[in-house]
Antibody, heavy 123, light 108 residues
Framework: EVQLMESGGGLVQPGGSLRLSCAAS????????MHWVRQAPGQGLVWVSN????????GYADSVRGRFTISRDNAKNTLYLQMNSLRAEDTAVYYC????????????????WGQGTPVTVSS | ETVLTQSPATLSLSPGERATLSCRAS??????LAWYQQKPGQAPRLLIY???NRATGIPARFSGSGSGTDFTLTISSLEPEDFAVYYC??????????FGGGTKVEIK
């Protein structure tokens, strides 16, 4: 069974940092592109970032580029999101999501999601 | 950025009724459109990908159609567990990947 479990969220002051983790199990993690998607309270889904299966390339939404860094450790089956210079508008539940097909074979379609980890940026 | 506009924002229906949800893209996304269902406190669940393909384990009452800029998710006969928020998502033009604003299907 595919499982994704996020951790690392919490309350942080504006300008602070957090590192989110997403532990993967039940599939060959190193074969899949991975993504982070966030959802502000009462709002819709917003794509944040993606990373290739081997970590060789990444992508970011304009709103987080230069502040957030996505990475992965395929030996540990873990995805990360380093979030720096946090702002109030970064307050959201952060989900990690797996693409449906290995090696990006079905494109950016998300068939597996974690339960989410909440991040609150407030003084 | 490709903007996805979902309508209506809220759909009030009774169990057993047919639900028709719309997603319109600001530019053609070919058939690279997916639909997700989200219930309160839960992660989204993939229903439909590439406009009309049901994901694994999704009941046949869910169907998707459309191409280019206009897409529809149809639930043929609403079950109690179908009352939720539905999002469309395009993967033709990215980054950024974009989602629609969602349609809430509520019990009338």
């Amino acid at each position: 069974e595919v499982q994704l479990m996020e951790s690392g969220g919490g309350l942080v002051q504006p300008g602070g940092s957090l590192r989110l983790s997403c532990a993967a199990s039940g599939f060959t993690f190193s074969n899949y592109w991975m993504h982070w998607v966030r959802q502000a309270p009462g709002q819709g889904l917003v794509w944040v970032s993606n990373i290739y299966s081997d970590g060789s390339a990444t992508g970011y939404a304009d709103s987080v580029r230069g502040r957030f860094t996505i990475s992965r450790d395929n030996a540990k089956n873990t995805l990360y999101l380093q979030m720096n210079s946090l702002r109030a508008e970064d307050t959201a539940v952060y989900y990690c999501a797996r693409e449906m097909g290995a090696s990006h074979s079905n494109g950016a379609v998300f068939d597996s999601w974690g339960q989410g980890t909440p991040v609150t940026v407030s003084s | 950025e490709t903007v996805l506009t979902q309508s209506p924002a809220t759909l009030s229906l009774s169990p057993g009724e047919r639900a028709t949800l719309s997603c319109r893209a600001s530019q053609s996304v070919n058939n690279y459109l997916a639909w997700y269902q989200q219930k309160p406190g839960q992660a989204p669940r993939l229903l439909i990908y590439d406009a009309s393909n049901r994901a694994t384990g999704i009941p046949a009452r869910f169907s998707g159609s459309g191409s280019g800029t206009d897409f529809t998710l149809t639930i043929s006969s609403l079950e109690p567990e179908d009352f939720a928020v539905y999002y469309c998502q395009q993967r033709q033009h990215w980054p950024p990947l974009t989602f629609g604003g969602g349609t809430k299907v509520e019990i009338k």
